[in-house]
């Protein structure tokens, strides 16, 4: 829209108006100071003024064609009247103009990420009490990011379940269970060990840690859902994984 | 009063223990088949060997205790036509008291009929207190532990005791260094040192190790873990032998030096498969024994050895119940004595039944 302005103005210039037109049009600029120029600030908040404007000069900076720019800005503008943030996109719209993509893919994951995000708020949605999952914008994100890597939305929503009284614990709890389920430990085994990590005095950084104690038990001939039986018996009772291991894993042979 | 009180600890100790909720026991039965190559001969040699292992862990609320035993039977195929047995029977106790923990431990080695030494008795102990606080990343431990070896066919019986204190730092959730330094002591009460005629005298061989090490050990991804070790030790021994091709004895032939480095990798990409390799390097320089000839004389040089080899293990289940095993190994000795230039190479592929 900045562009378009600017072209208006351009063409105005560019004919012969008498004087008193040009100190109309003055008088009705300054009176019109506090009126948006440009559509970018008609979306919902000055927040989201803010990040559109932003993008605009990211998309500028970055050589994009005013048309293609508007393109993009137009997705934008409709996602946050849909409630999605810009400041959500922001980081798309960055790696796009990093790896220098072309404007049809970089909308096309503009896209894809207003659906994910879409998506997200409605599992999130679904759990009840679970509405500072949509107000903190991380975890909404986090929720989107889910999905995108694969997860359905019932083991999404399973997951913010678990996590909806300790917010904290989601990234972290959510990693966990992607790790233990990419090593094809099943969804519901995965479940139940992020539960009982949840549920224990072991600081959330420490989640990393469980996954490895899988393969060593794998080397012990322990099954995967053995070892789960073994962990949630045991994560009540300790304090770190340095103790859970002593207490679950056979001495190594 | 004082001797009931350690009496009635004893028994509580007992009765907790025995009523500790336990995991379910582990078996295991593997067939397999093994082929090794030797510089020595040239030759390849197969063997065919069965083993049998169990175990189970019980917990109970200030620790927990297990036990574990495994039994192995080869049979070599090609020339040597023996067949070789060895048992172990392991049991460990851990009390945790706050930041402290006392480990115990015992096992026996046992064999019927093994390859070199006849028939092998070797009981052995253990026992360290840690100092394992949650609120800190140090953790320290003093170690002793101790066996005895009964060999049937092998002057080297020998009793050992072995003290060592450990501290360490786990610098970040994926990263921890230990340092250990020890001593260990071994009485040999059938090996005798010689004299100038090669005669045994009335003096046993003594052995007195020092020994430092420098372990490092972390994660490199979720399922990934690694541990690396350098070490160092002085062997000081009163040990002497007798040089046939020259009729010499050469004393404190034993006195070495030694440094090497040891490192492991296991990675388990998803609960199918497993994956583990293992390297190491051993140099040892010898204080006054000298290296020989083939003639078995003396060539007045230093003897040095410096022994490197690795291995490659994989392991597939889809069941958790069958598992697929694979072992490569190599290894590679040099040494100006030919007795100690040597290397070998095995490959193991086994199945084995889980349940």
């Known amino acids: 829209m900045g562009n378009t302005f600017n072209t208006e103005l351009g063409i105005g210039l560019s004919r012969p108006v008498p004087v008193l037109c040009i100190l109309a049009l003055l008088y009705l600029a300054v009176c019109t100071a506090n009126v948006p120029l440009h559509a970018d600030d008609s979306v919902s908040s000055s927040a989201d003024a803010a990040d559109i404007r932003e993008i605009r000069t990211m998309l500028e900076d970055g050589g994009y064609e005013p048309a293609d720019t508007e393109a993009v800005l137009e997705l934008v503008r409709k996602a946050a009247l849909e409630g999605i943030p810009p400041g959500m996109i922001i980081r798309r719209i960055r790696e796009g103009l990093a790896k220098n993509v072309t404007v049809p893919r970089l909308a096309a994951a503009i896209a894809e990420d207003i659906s994910l995000l879409t998506e997200a708020r409605e599992v999130i949605e679904d759990v009840r009490g679970a509405e500072e999952f949509a107000a903190r914008l991380n975890l909404w994100q986090r929720t989107a990011n889910l999905l995108a890597a694969g997860l359905d939305p019932g083991e999404t929503r399973a997951l913010i379940e678990v996590c909806h009284q300790e917010p904290e614990a989601f990234q972290p709890a959510s990693a966990l269970y992607v790790a233990l389920t990419e090593w094809r430990l099943s969804g519901e085994y995965s479940l139940q060990v992020v539960r009982a990590a949840v549920s224990s005095e072991l600081d959330y950084s420490q989640y990393s840690l469980l996954p490895s104690l899988f393969a060593r038990a794998r080397r012990d001939y322990i099954a995967p859902e053995d070892m789960v039986r073994r962990i949630v018996s045991e994560l009540p009772n300790v304090g770190s994984v340095r103790q859970l291991e002593s207490r679950v894993l056979d001495k190594r042979r | ?355």
């Open chain 2, 1 to 355: 009063m004082k001797h009931k009180k350690t009496v009635l600890s004893i028994l509580w100790l007992l009765l907790t223990a025995w009523s500790a909720a336990a995991f379910e026991p582990i078996y295991s039965l593997e067939g397999y088949g093994r082929a090794d190559l030797y510089s020595g001969s040239g030759e390849l040699y197969g063997t065919a060997g069965v083993s049998a292992e169990a175990g189970q862990r019980n917990l109970f609320d200030r620790g927990y205790w297990s036990w574990y035993a495994a039994g192995t039977v080869e049979r070599y195929l090609d020339g040597l036509k023996e067949t070789v047995d060895s048992e172990q029977l392991a049991a460990d106790l851990r009390l945790n008291s706050g930041n402290y923990a006392l480990d115990v431990s015992s096992t026996l080695d046992l064999s019927a009929s093994s390859l070199q030494n006849g028939s092998i008795l070797e009981p052995g102990w253990s026992g360290a207190l840690l100092y394992l606080p949650d609120s800190s990343p140090l953790f320290a431990s003093i170690h002793y532990s101790g066996y005895w070896v009964y060999q049937e066919s092998n002057d080297e019986d020998r009793i050992a005791h072995d003290l060592s204190l450990t501290a360490g730092r786990d610098f970040s959730l994926r990263l921890g260094m230990s340092i250990t330094a020890g001593a260990a002591a071994s009485i040999y009460s059938e090996d005798y040192l010689l004299d100038a005629s090669n005669q045994e005298t009335a003096t046993k061989r003594g052995d007195l190790r020092w020994y430092g090490e420098l372990s490092f050990e972390g994660l490199a991804g979720y399922f990934t873990d690694w541990e690396g070790i350098l070490y160092g030790e002085y062997l000081d021994s009163n040990a002497n032998r007798w040089i046939s091709g020259s009729s010499s004895l050469e004393d404190e032939s034993e006195d070495s030096w030694a440094a090497g480095a040891e490192w492991e990798v296991n990675w388990s990409p998803s609960r199918t498969t497993q994956f583990g390799i293992e390297a190491f390097l051993d140099y040892r320089a010898y204080l006054y024994g000298t290296a020989l000839d083939s003639s078995e004389t003396s060539t007045g040089e230093q003897l040095t050895v410096t022994k490197t080899g690795g291995s490659l293990n994989a392991s597939w289940t889809e069941d958790n119940t069958i598992f697929w095993n694979l072992d490569i190994a190599v290894f590679r000795s040099f040494s100006r004595d030919p007795e100690f230039d040597s290397w070998n190479f095995g490959l193991q592929a086994g199945i084995e039944y889980t349940f």
